[in-house]
């Protein structure tokens, strides 16, 4: 299902698998000026009208009712919550937390992003699906390998589980000081995940943390996917904190879980 108009990247592996999926840009809204055009938070700046608006496109694109495209509001931590066909947009907006999960057809599990990084996880057996949000501080805690052992833990039949890796501000693009630097060298088994030598300071890949992590708590290579894009040097398709400041738009990334009776 597509809005004319609004744009996406998808999954090629989750697509495969028959997870309704998106990793909206920037394109295809309604908001003007630093919010144009797919914009997703109120919070940024934007108005409540506009958020409205670009939130009736992007269900439409996943095929749910508007108040069934739920986010939480985000805290660069660790929570991870369930929702069931009867939550809201409104009731859960209301909750605090990074990851959100689901085995509702009915509903679409999102994270809002400009710059951390959006992970949407699958389970081909049981349908379940979950979104996290990944910023350098919930990377530090691990908030991906937390979200994937709770859909371990839901799902009545826990079988392979896939992960996509959403746009998000890049190696070239992240510099960092070195206590963050080191913050994040610890909780990373990938030896060259932070580059010391390139830059005058410390540049940090976290995609290539995130796959160190998930491949650390059991997923294989090809369970996991990147979409790609580095939200800070693509200003025409991204929004990005670190590039433009806080009067800035907001991504959303989202997934819909797949009925079990429908496995392929």
């Known amino acids: 299902m597509l809005t004319a108009g609004t744009d996406f990247l998808q999954s090629a592996l989750l697509s495969e698998a028959g997870f309704r999926h998106a990793f909206f840009t920037r394109s295809g809204g309604v908001s003007p000026g630093p919010y144009a055009t797919l914009s997703f938070s109120v919070a940024a700046g934007d108005q409540s009208a506009n958020v409205d608006a670009n939130i009736a496109r992007a269900a439409e694109c996943l095929g749910v009712e508007q108040e069934k495209l739920l986010f939480l509001s985000q ?3 660790t ?6 066909a009867a939550a809201s947009r409104s009731a859960t907006l209301q909750q605090e937390g ?4 689901s085995a509702s057809p009915s509903v679409a599990c999102g994270v809002r992003s400009a ?8 389970d081909t057996e049981g349908g379940w699906v979950a979104a996290a949000h990944a910023g350098w ?7 991906a390998v937390v979200t994937l052992e709770a859909l371990r ?8 589980i896939l992960a996509a890796i959403g746009p998000h501000i890049g190696l070239e693009a ?19 995940a932070v580059d010391w030598t390139r830059w005058a300071k410390p540049h940090v890949a976290l995609e290539k943390t995130i796959r160190a992590q998930l491949l650390g708590a059991g997923l294989q290579p090809q369970d996991i996917d990147s979409v790609g894009g580095c939200t800070v040097s693509d200003p025409g398709r991204f929004f990005s904190f670190r ?3 806080a009067q800035s738009g907001r991504h959303l990334s989202a997934i819909v879980a797949r009925d079990p009776s429908k496995i392929l």
């Not at 929570?79 to 069931?84: F, G, K, L, S």
């Not at 992240?174 to 060259?192: I, K, N, S």
């Open 98 to 101: 990074d990851a959100l999960m």
């Open 174 to 192: 992240f510099e960092v000081g070195p206590d963050v630097a080191q913050t994040l060298e610890a909780c990373c088994p990938e030896a060259d």
């Open 243 to 245: 590039r433009d400041g």
């Open 115 to 122: 710059d951390c990084v959006p992970i949407l996880f699958a």
């Open 153 to 160: 833990a839901r799902s009545p039949r826990p079988g392979r």
């Open 79 to 84: 929570v991870v919550h369930t929702v069931d």
């Open 75 to 77: 805290i660069h931590g």
């Open 137 to 143: 501080r919930g990377v530090a805690q691990g908030i």
